[in-house]
């Protein structure tokens, strides 16, 4: 039986601009698109560096990575799927091993570990939450499951949370002690933004 062969996509900027990352052929990892992907990088310009940044259902660890090659300090990754996880270990390695830290398992059960290793960190965090959409059984309530996460989310250790979803989906104007700070639209996909509600942005 033939293997599946991997896709490939590019980092589009900063210090590994160009460079190939695997993402793997399987139906529960998906590419952020390149547009999408290049609007939310044009959103944090060079706020991100020197921060961290955390992607919680992280597949390949495209976008964690791009922030990465951005300046990014430390970034975080948290995949369940054996093969997408493997695929991860692999670009980290061909970047930056040094400033990443990746932890197998269940983003839903795993992230408070996440957050108890940011804590000790004197620099804020970008928080990116990329849900499979609901395709697989068991996975209705994937967004209200998510929306808790984020409420776990020290307001005064966070920069921005920003939150891939279906474009049907109305996301809350607040969560915790975040609020709606603006939502882009890209076909099926949209991106809703949060930052803390003392913030003046």
């Known amino acids: 039986m033939k293997k599946e062969q991997n896709f490939r996509t590019k980092i589009i900027g900063g210090k590994f601009k160009g460079r190939f990352i695997e993402i793997p052929n399987i139906s529960t990892t998906r590419s952020s698109k390149n547009i999408l992907k290049e ?19 992280s597949g390949s660890g495209s976008i964690g990575l791009e922030a990465l090659s951005r300046g990014a300090k430390e970034c975080y990754f948290i995949e369940y799927n054996k093969i997408a996880y493997k695929v991860l270990q692999q670009n980290i390695k061909q970047l930056d091993p040094s400033r990443c830290h990746y932890l197998f398992g269940d983003s839903f059960e795993k ?25 697989r059984d068991g996975m209705d309530d994937i967004y209200d ?7 776990k989310i020290d307001a005064s250790k966070c920069e921005m949370v920003i939150v891939e979803h279906m474009t049907k989906l109305d996301m809350p104007e607040s969560i915790g ?5 603006k939502r882009k639209k890209f076909g099926r ?6 930052t803390p ?5």
Do not use: A, C, G, H
Not at 145 to 151: A, D, P, Q, V
Not at 177 to 181: E, N, R, T
């Open 189 to 194: 996909s949209s991106m809703t933004y949060y």
């Open 111 to 135: 992230f408070d570990t996440v957050l108890d290793m940011l804590k000790n960190s004197n620099e804020k965090t970008y928080f990116y939450f990329d849900p499979p959409f609901s395709t």
């Open 177 to 181: 002690d975040l609020k709606k700070y």
């Open 197 to 201: 509600k003392d913030n003046d942005i």
């Open 145 to 151: 499951k998510t929306i808790e996460l984020i409420e």
């Open 39 to 57: 609007s939310l990088f044009n959103t944090l310009q060079f706020d991100i560096i020197d921060k961290n940044f955390v992607e919680v259902f």
